[in-house]
């Protein structure tokens, strides 16, 4: 055979060792030639080419210029949005076969140009395969044709931009392109550096399928900032990343105050368990390490926990297929440098090193590295260098293992390995991950969510879950779009409380003073200070707690302790104490209709249905308890996988004024019925009924810690909850200069923001959207107290 060599297939296999590449990319630079080299922005269904843009080259893994892409201009993103704004009606009017059809076609075309659009993927290095394309572009095209069928009382947002980090993965950016077409939005697409040829000629087979004009636009520019100017226009709807989360964190701060919600997904760079246990197949567990870990380009960092009886024999094994590895190209010399400070970290704390050959002197180049004994405070294994080194810690115990593999700041997946099914479920739940594969790795499909946790994503990629952040309830109304404020974000909510004594006041008249709620009993605040509750007329009616930062770290420390107990609750269990807490809240019906009417001036009558609905709302909660959405998707290859929801953790509520007590039990019974803890802020105006209600839960079976209740100075409040660390996410009600303090500080630490500007709008006894009956209200404050989990189980 031409070019065989005298190697015996043991010695093949004692180096495994990579061919030589086969692959002359000529079909991808053929259609880079029909380009004229030169990538040109992807507008009204055609390539556009203005004069007198600025370029930016893009190149190989041997640093040869591949193409030269355009930086769009405003001009060029006033033209784009302009498109997308007018193809958005009539795209979102067409039937669901109709807006199916061109997804469809779209799939028939990747397969046609696979061979295209490999190699173009494989020049730009970001390697995507063109079959995961197609199984993408067909399971939206399904859903595009049952969207009105399955997801009814939902309407697309309007125009989408997707927006991508230079480093981003192809599919990772489709996976939000495709379902937000799908559900009828127009989408203008922002990639970077890797994935704008091959989004390019996405874009140029969509149209070649039948996309109408101005439905997919694709524009280039210099760095993220460009995604940050396509948001500020006010076609767009909604922005949506996915990429690294230095870009993620620029792109979120640039965009604050402009009324568009930003959600990040943070794949690049998160650091990932892979735990192999006593039980497990070593021998596979250890191939799995080779296949992932010691590659080119990897999207996951990983950080091997290996059980401390097992150590020993995976050492062994990876000593054995390490030996004879060559050395692995690196993005940069720059990241050369980051890998030996890594290493040499980890080896002067004690770390044994395990190398196949020593470091080249210098150049792009590192061996594949195992540090094995490395301590977990270590930078190596809080923040891996980009390069192919695998810090390896041992632990004794399956509960020592799960400790660790959740020490990481970040939660986009985990791998464990073992061949005991009742410890790989219970690993599984108990590890703050998105996706586990159980002895498995890096396997993907569309049908299955990927939900990032902590650090990693604040939004839900994929599945059915994923459809819904590209949607909104019909009868909702987006957030107001305007440029904005001149907001100090460091003194946000330090300004001192304005306390005056109202005309009329009598001093005989000793008003009633309330406690609030924290760790399950009443108290007064911290400070000890307190402020005063006004009638409409402006008279004293009582005084409640003035809290401050303190208050809410306590309330936070209290929910931090009572949270897993909650959650780990059977659904059955937690239904009966809100079955228990919505029987109480009935027992008080009269005081808190009498609160409400004298704190709002609101007549009896709609006092009482307030209460009257906000008893039922409980009911409904607690009814839906052990109604959970979870399933068993059906995948295109074999193997087992469930998809699971899990609370979201503590959760800050900062209530509205339209409603006192209404939005406090909805909102609350959302958040219980599904395991989370909770932080409630009141209305600022009308506090009253809120105060009452501690009462009832003093009353219930709650866990103290579970629920926590804080009055005071909104702003105060909403800033010590948007910089506590622990807190996961914030549904907040309030002024458009809340909203875009949460926007630009909740990026670090990132959370889960659902945002609502009520402003002066506010007024007592504003229904909506609380009173409307469409069960899309509970579902969707239901999706908001949920994270998806994603788990897959192989099988032969």
Known sequence: MAGSTNKTVFEIFQTMDYGPSSSSFSTAQSWLEQQGGSLSLFVEGKFARPSDRQTRSLTDSTGKTVCSMMCAVEEDVSACLSSAAKGAKGWSELSCHQRAQPLLRLASAVQRHSQCMSELCELSQSPCSPAALVRLAQYYASWAQLRDTLIPDWTPRGVVAVVGSDDSSLYSLWLKVLPALAVGNTVVVVPGMS??????????????????????????????????????????????????????????????????????????????????????????????????????????????????????????????????????????????????????????????????????????????????????????????????????????????????????????????????????????????????????????????????????????????????????????????????????????????ANVSVPEGFDPSSIPRSYSHFVAGRACKADSGCSRSVLSPEGAVLAQCPDAGRKDVRNAVEAAIKAQPGWMKKSPSARAQSLYSLAGLLAQKRQPLATSIQTQTGLSSEEATQEVDLSISRLYEWAARCDKDLCGVPFLPQSGSALSMSEPVGVIGVVLPDSRPLLPL???????????????????????????????????????????????????????????????????????????QFLQHTCSSPLKRLWLHCEGDEGKPGDGAPWTLPQPSLMEDMWRQAVVWKSVWIPTA
């Not at 970040?410 to 594969?437: F, M, N, P, R």
């Not at 309830?473 to 330090?494: K, Q, V, W």
């Not at 009924?689 to 079976?701: K, V």
């Not at 579970?706 to 506590?724: C, K, Y």
């Open 665 to 739: 039990v909805s909102l609350l019974g959302a958040a219980l019925a599904m395991g989370n803890a909770v932080v409630m802020v009141p209305s600022e105006k009308y506090p009253l009924p809120a105060l009452e209600f501690i009462q009832t839960l003093q009353s219930s079976d709650l866990p103290g810690g579970v629920v926590s209740v804080i009055t005071g100075s909104r702003d105060q409040l909403t800033q010590a909850i948007a910089n506590h660390s622990v807190i996961q996410a914030i549904w907040y009600w309030g002024s458009k200069e809340g909203c």
């Open 195 to 496: 994935t704008a040829p091959s989004s390019l000629l996405l874009a140029q087979l969509f149209g070649e399928a039948g996309l109408p004009v101005g439905v997919l636009n694709v524009i280039t520019g210099s760095d993220v900032s460009l995604g940050a100017k396509v948001a500020q226009n006010p076609n767009v709807a909604y922005v949506t990343y996915t990429g690294n989360k230095q870009d993620g964190e620029t792109l979120c701060r640039q965009t604050a105050g402009w009324g568009v919600p930003v959600s990040l997904s943070l794949p690049l760079d998160s650091v990932c368990p892979y735990i192999i246990f006593e039980s497990a197949d070593i021998d596979s567990a250890v191939d799995g390490v080779m296949e992932t870990v010691f590659k080119k380009r990897r999207e996951y960092q990983w950080v091997l926990y290996v059980q401390e009886s097992v150590q020993e024999s995976v050492v062994a094994r990876l000593k054995l297929r390490l030996a004879g590895m060559k050395s692995i190209a690196l993005q940069s010399e720059a990241h050369r440098a980051l890998v030996d400070a890594a290493v040499q970290e980890a080896v002067g704390q004690g770390a044994t090193i395990i190398q196949p050959c020593s470091p080249p002197p210098s150049g792009a180049l590192y061996p594949p590295t195992l540090l094995s004994g490395v301590a977990p405070s270590c930078q190596a294994v809080v923040c891996p260098a980009p390069g192919p080194v695998l810090p390896l810690l041992t632990f004794r115990s399956p509960g020592e293992g799960v400790t660790l593999g959740n020490h990481s700041p970040h939660g986009q997946a985990a791998s464990i390995w073992t061949e005991d099914l009742t410890l790989a479920l219970e690993t599984t739940k108990s590890l703050a991950v998105g996706t586990v594969w159980v002895n498995s790795l890096a396997v993907s499909d569309p049908s299955l969510s990927l939900s990032g946790r902590k650090h990693s994503g604040n939004c839900t990629d994929g599945g059915r879950e994923g459809l819904y952040q590209f949607l909104r309830l019909s009868h909702s109304s987006p957030l107001p779009r305007s440029s904005p404020c001149a907001l100090d974000y460091a003194g946000f909510g330090a300004a001192a």
